[in-house]
Every structure is written in C-alpha cells, then in structure tokens.
C-alpha cells in the first residue's frame, strides 16, 4: 500500500510540474509559458569580435576624413607638441615606456616586439604594423566584451555603443596608458587631441555596436 501511495504521490507531482507552467486567460482557457531562452554568450564573444573589426575600419575612416578637413595634417601628431610645463604631464605609476611623438600602441607594440625578439623595429613600417596590431588586438577585446554584455540588446544599441567608445577612450587612450607610462599624461598634449581622439572612439563603439548586433542575428 505504501508503494502504490508513493506512485501516486509522484504522478501528482508531475502534474503541478506540468501545469505550473500554464496560467488562464481571460477566457478561461489555459496558455504556455514559454522560458526565456538564455543569449549565446559564445555567439556575442565572436559577433563582437568580429564587429570590433568594422569599428576599426570606421575609426580609420574617420582619421582619414579629419585629416582630409585639416589640409592633409594628421592632428595625431599633436602628441610631439607640448605647449606648456604642467604637474599632470606625467602621471605614470611605472616611469616612462614611450618615445617622443609615439602613440601608446605603438609604444605598446615596440615594447612588446622588443621583449619577444630582443631588438627594436627594424623600420617605421614595422612600428606602424605594431601599432596597428595593438589597436586591432585592444579593440577586439573590447568588442568580445560588449557581445557577451549586451546580447539581449536591440539592434540599434546607440547608448551601448557610445558607452564602450566612452569607456575605450578613458580607459584605453586617456587614463589607462598615461598610469602605466605608454602615454603622456592629460596635459601632456593639446586638448584639440582629447576631443579628436574622443570622436573616433566614439565612431567606433557605435560601428562596432551595430555590427555586432547584426552579426549576432546572423550567425547561426
């Protein structure tokens, strides 16, 4: 008799498992509820990868483009000038790892070139190609991470995008370098450089923010 109650007892139990799932509408008659199913955050590492990818060929395009307004003048350059001595020039915790004029991927790159091979970079090609490896590698990683923290977002995330261009430019191009001694300090270049560089983080936490979103419908 106890085997035949517990039997019952779990036939009873899968029931209310069954129908908890179920609740009335107004009519009375009783509707699914589906579980929300839970974002592919493997599919938002690799969709923001990706996306990163698009966001730096905006960016690019937005030098380009800034360049092209300022008579052929790169304002990158800004970085060898100076305009006046002041307590925020260097706010490095580590000392000083970059060379006049260098930007901090490319200080990032040469360093660890060096620390590989031994030798510094053979030509300023070989700096540039550094460079661009760093920019590409950090804003990968930036991207990946934006994938896996917004997956639920819409397609058009605009705010999601302005904050990673916010957060990179902070974190990746303002404070970040200065503390570990790849870049000079606040003041250690004109704030007309600030804002430039602001704008093209910004163009690209957006690009990439779409794209990734894009991707992420798309891939199966």
Known sequence: MSGISIGVAAIMAVRRMSTSRRTQTGNGQPVRIEKRRRPDRWKGFVAGMLGSAVGELAATRYWDVVTENRGGYDPR????????????DNISLRG???????SPTSAMGRMLYERLTGRQPSSPEMRTALSYLVRWLMGGLGGAMYGVTRARSGLLDIRGGLG????????GDEVGPSLLGFSAGPTGYPVELHAYGLGAHLMH???TALSTQLL????P
């Open 77 to 88: 350059r800004m970085r060898a000038l100076n305009p006046k001595p002041d307590a925020l």
């Open 96 to 102: 000083q790892y970059y060379e006049e004029g260098e």
């Open 164 to 171: 990673l261009g916010l957060g990179s430019w902070l974190l």
């Open 205 to 207: 936490g957006v690009v």
């Open 216 to 219: 992420r419908r798309l891939l």
